[in-house]
């Protein structure tokens, strides 16, 4: 496993016997090598600096901060909103934040909404800019995350193992969905960084103690799950049973203070969150199934969108550490068992691969294991390669010539074709991938960017200010970007029916802990969320050829309404699945069909005042 193993040193069988061959891997790699084994002696695999690794992660954060989509409408409705709420006074409540049920998180809410209102007062920045600058500050905190859980890839794994780690990180999907997403499956994925990377390094047990608690507490008390394997390590490889429990006590309790008093403060009353989530989606009658269930493939096909050819190998990289020990003969090094240093993600896959409701965010804690787990198998198979491949030329050219001996070469060099082939592939289809994303479902932001910048037009907008204007949407309302893409609090989002019958946001009223009327967690309609659709000033819709009673083509309404912008928008239904799912230059324009999201202004205000005039 590690990094300072010599290729062809394991590959000498026939000149030395196995245990020979681990004896001198262990005499070479020691520090008390003395100067005649100077010769012998070759150098570790190169790998970037934690300061390299950081400016080449947060330009790759920064680009999803500006140009990723917000895929879950969740994010939307269940954070950014309350978000805006807070900032602004204005935005959609969702069950969840209702003090009847209580499962979300105010505390987690104001650690993002302190900075965005600082920014927004010092620099009097319109909402679209506050949304960017939050999420530029969320991709710098995960590039923070993720050099700390490199440097302790590195040092626990080797350096081989880190930097494949750093290539899997920075082109992932996968990273480039979640790291700046609104999330507190987000944040449960930086202080898993931070938890492992702590232990990786060895350093204080405090650090990863504090990390795991807030990842519970603050973020998704679920995500406490991928902490076992560090509790283990203390309380039974280590035995320092009285340091853990006094830390768990320092920080649990020094967490969930503050945690509940927000909470109960924003609710009215004593609430605490983490465990009401806990209540709900394990023991409620119904729980989270009645949003939606998938079956086994759902997560399968998801990690190979986000991963491609790292997701398989992930899932065998434990096999194969005991499989590629045993062959080549070596001892796993590492102050942790292998089992150990890998079980997290395990864990993880073994209990929400099999719950019925399965969400993308679901995944997002174990991301940067799976990026770590697909580079310990690939430097198992690089090793595997040496020991076979080149131990064979070794003695075909020893019979042949009889050679004595051969020049010490690290494994990483005489199958440094696999890391690359490898890591080429994961590139290229990870690039085609994020780009899939951003050409087929980047319209619904641009329609609303423009919107802010065509109503400064008073030829475009002729409504005065003060005046309350209705933006619609119907069957797009799960795009919806958040209040943050609206001008002003003039402008209000509105829902006008479509065919979803489930139960829609609705608007906060006074305060955060008033209990609104029409409110269920059965995701059972309510239609007092409806407006009719007369008195929608804007409306925003996607032009497809499917109708229905609820749903028609709005765009070809032209006595209704009129187009001010459009933005193409990926018509997956009629699209061929491979090339709408990594973009393929020139066969992706011919086998995807797209469609118009377009923003549209009423007319009938326009046909009453000619009609008055005439």
Same mark, same amino acid.
């Given at each position: 496993m590690d990094c300072w193993?010599?290729?062809?040193?394991?590959?000498?069988?026939?000149?030395?016997?196995?245990?020979q061959?681990?004896?001198?891997?262990?005499?070479?790699?020691?520090?008390?090598?003395?100067?005649?084994?100077?010769?012998?002696?070759?150098?570790?695999?190169?790998?970037?600096?934690?300061?390299t690794a950081?400016?080449?992660?947060?330009?790759?954060?920064?680009?999803?901060?500006?140009?990723?989509n917000?895929?879950?409408?969740d994010?939307?409705?269940?954070?950014?909103?309350?978000?805006?709420?807070l900032?602004?006074?204005?935005?959609?409540?969702?069950?969840?934040?209702?003090?009847v049920?209580?499962?979300?998180?105010?505390?987690?809410?104001?650690?993002?909404?302190?900075?965005?209102?600082?920014?927004?007062?010092?620099?009097?920045s319109n909402?679209?800019l506050?949304f960017?600058?939050?999420?530029?500050?969320?991709?710098?905190c995960?590039?923070l995350c993720?050099?700390?859980?490199?440097?302790?890839?590195?040092?626990?794994?080797?350096?081989?193992?880190?930097?494949?780690?750093?290539?899997?990180?920075?082109?992932s999907?996968?990273?480039?969905?979640?790291?700046?997403?609104?999330?507190?499956?987000t944040?449960?994925m930086?202080?898993?960084m931070?938890?492992?990377?702590?232990?990786?390094?060895?350093?204080?047990?405090?650090?990863?103690v504090?990390?795991?608690?807030?990842?519970?507490?603050?973020?998704?008390?679920?995500a406490?799950?991928?902490?076992i394997?560090?509790a283990i390590?203390?309380?039974m490889?280590?035995?320092?049973i009285?340091?853990?429990?006094?830390?768990?006590?320092?920080?649990?309790?020094?967490?969930?203070?503050?945690?509940v008093?927000v909470?109960?403060?924003?609710?009215?009353?004593?609430?605490?969150?983490?465990?009401?989530i806990v209540?709900?989606?394990?023991?409620?009658?119904?729980?989270?199934?009645i949003?939606?269930?998938?079956?086994?493939?759902?997560?399968? #096909?998801?990690?190979?969108?986000? +991963?491609?050819?790292?997701?398989?190998?992930?899932?065998? !990289? =434990?096999?194969?550490? @005991?499989? %590629?020990?045993?062959?080549?003969?070596?001892?796993?090094?590492?102050?942790?068992?292998?089992?150990l240093?890998?079980?997290?993600?395990?864990?993880?896959?073994a209990?929400f691969?099999?719950?019925?409701?399965?969400?993308?965010?679901?995944?997002?804690?174990?991301?940067?294991?799976?990026?770590?787990?697909?580079a310990?198998s690939?430097?198992?198979?690089?090793?595997?390669y040496c020991h076979?491949?080149?131990?064979?030329?070794?003695?075909?050219?020893?019979?042949?010539?009889?050679t004595?001996?051969?020049?010490?070469?690290?494994?990483?060099?005489?199958?440094a074709?696999?890391? #690359?082939?490898?890591?080429?592939? +994961?590139?290229l289809?990870?690039?085609?991938?994020?780009? !899939? =994303?951003?050409?087929g @479902?980047? %319209?619904?932001?641009?329609v609303y960017?423009?919107?802010?910048?065509?109503?400064?037009?008073?030829a475009?907008?002729?409504?005065?200010?003060?005046k309350?204007?209705?933006v619609?949407?119907?069957?797009?309302?799960?795009?919806?970007?958040?209040?943050?893409?609206?001008?002003?609090?003039?402008?209000?989002?509105?829902?006008?029916?479509?065919?979803?019958?489930?139960q829609?946001?609705?608007?906060?009223?006074?305060?955060?802990?008033?209990?609104?009327?029409?409110?269920?967690?059965?995701?059972?309609e309510?239609?007092?969320?409806?407006?009719?659709?007369?008195?929608?000033?804007?409306?925003?819709?996607?032009?497809?050829?499917?109708?229905?009673?609820?749903?028609?083509?709005?765009?070809?309404?032209q006595?209704?309404w009129?187009?001010?912008?459009?933005?193409?928008?990926?018509d997956?239904?009629?699209?061929?699945?491979?090339y709408?799912?990594?973009?393929?230059?020139?066969?992706?324009?011919?086998?995807?069909?797209?469609?118009?999201y377009?923003?549209?202004?009423?007319?009938?205000?326009k046909?009453?005042?000619?009609k008055?005039?005439?």
């Amino acid at each position: 496993m590690d990094c300072w193993c010599l290729a062809c040193d394991m590959a000498m069988t026939s000149v030395r016997s196995r245990g020979q061959a681990a004896a001198h891997y262990h005499r070479k790699n020691s520090p008390e090598n003395d100067s005649s084994q100077a010769n012998d002696v070759v150098r570790a695999p190169w790998a970037p600096t934690g300061y390299t690794a950081f400016k080449a992660l947060m330009s790759a954060r920064l680009v999803a901060a500006i140009w990723s989509n917000i895929s879950d409408c969740d994010e939307t409705y269940n954070y950014w909103e309350p978000t805006h709420y807070l900032m602004y006074g204005a935005g959609f409540q969702t069950w969840e934040y209702s003090p009847v049920y209580a499962i979300r998180s105010y505390a987690y809410l104001w650690l993002h909404a302190m900075p965005a209102l600082f920014y927004g007062k010092l620099f009097q920045s319109n909402k679209v800019l506050v949304f960017f600058f939050l999420r530029c500050l969320l991709s710098f905190c995960c590039t923070l995350c993720e050099v700390y859980f490199y440097r302790g890839v590195c040092k626990q794994f080797g350096s081989h193992v880190g930097r494949l780690v750093l290539v899997f990180l920075l082109f992932s999907t996968g990273m480039f969905i979640s790291s700046t997403a609104f999330l507190p499956s987000t944040f449960s994925m930086y202080m898993t960084m931070v938890s492992m990377g702590a232990w990786f390094l060895g350093a204080a047990h405090w650090v990863s103690v504090a990390s795991v608690a807030a990842s519970a507490i603050v973020g998704w008390p679920f995500a406490g799950i991928l902490g076992i394997p560090i509790a283990i390590d203390i309380l039974m490889k280590k035995k320092k049973i009285l340091e853990f429990l006094k830390w768990v006590a320092i920080f649990g309790i020094g967490i969930l203070v503050p945690v509940v008093y927000v909470d109960s403060m924003a609710y009215g009353k004593i609430v605490l969150a983490p465990l009401n989530i806990v209540l709900y989606n394990v023991f409620s009658q119904h729980g989270p199934d009645i949003y939606g269930q998938e079956d086994f493939s759902y997560y399968i #096909i998801n990690g190979c969108l986000n +991963f491609n050819v790292v997701f398989p190998l992930a899932f065998v !990289a =434990l096999p194969l550490t @005991y499989f %590629a020990a045993y062959i080549v003969d070596i001892p796993i090094s590492g102050r942790t068992p292998a089992w150990l240093r890998l079980l997290a993600m395990y864990l993880w896959v073994a209990i929400f691969f099999l719950q019925s409701h399965k969400e993308e965010r679901f995944l997002f804690p174990i991301y940067p294991l799976i990026a770590l787990h697909g580079a310990v198998s690939v430097d198992c198979l690089q090793k595997l390669y040496c020991h076979v491949v080149v131990g064979w030329r070794y003695r075909r050219v020893q019979r042949e010539h009889s050679t004595a001996a051969m020049p010490y070469q690290h494994y990483t060099q005489s199958s440094a074709w696999l890391a #690359i082939l490898i890591s080429a592939a +994961f590139i290229l289809l990870s690039v085609s991938r994020s780009l !899939a =994303l951003y050409k087929g @479902y980047h %319209a619904p932001l641009d329609v609303y960017m423009e919107m802010n910048w065509l109503v400064q037009d008073k030829a475009v907008h002729s409504l005065p200010p003060g005046k309350q204007v209705n933006v619609c949407v119907g069957k797009e309302w799960y795009r919806f970007p958040s209040s943050f893409f609206l001008p002003n609090n003039d402008w209000h989002l509105q829902f006008i029916q479509s065919e979803f019958k489930g139960q829609l946001p609705k608007p906060y009223g006074n305060s955060t802990f008033v209990i609104p009327s029409h409110m269920n967690d059965m995701n059972l309609e309510e239609v007092s969320r409806y407006m009719d659709i007369k008195y929608c000033h804007y409306l925003i819709d996607l032009d497809t050829p499917q109708v229905a009673p609820h749903e028609p083509r709005y765009s070809g309404q032209q006595d209704e309404w009129s187009v001010l912008a459009t933005h193409s928008f990926l018509d997956a239904p009629r699209s061929h699945s491979l090339y709408r799912a990594f973009y393929i230059p020139w066969l992706s324009a011919r086998y995807c069909q797209f469609a118009n999201y377009n923003l549209l202004k009423t007319t009938r205000t326009k046909n009453k005042r000619t009609k008055k005039n005439s």
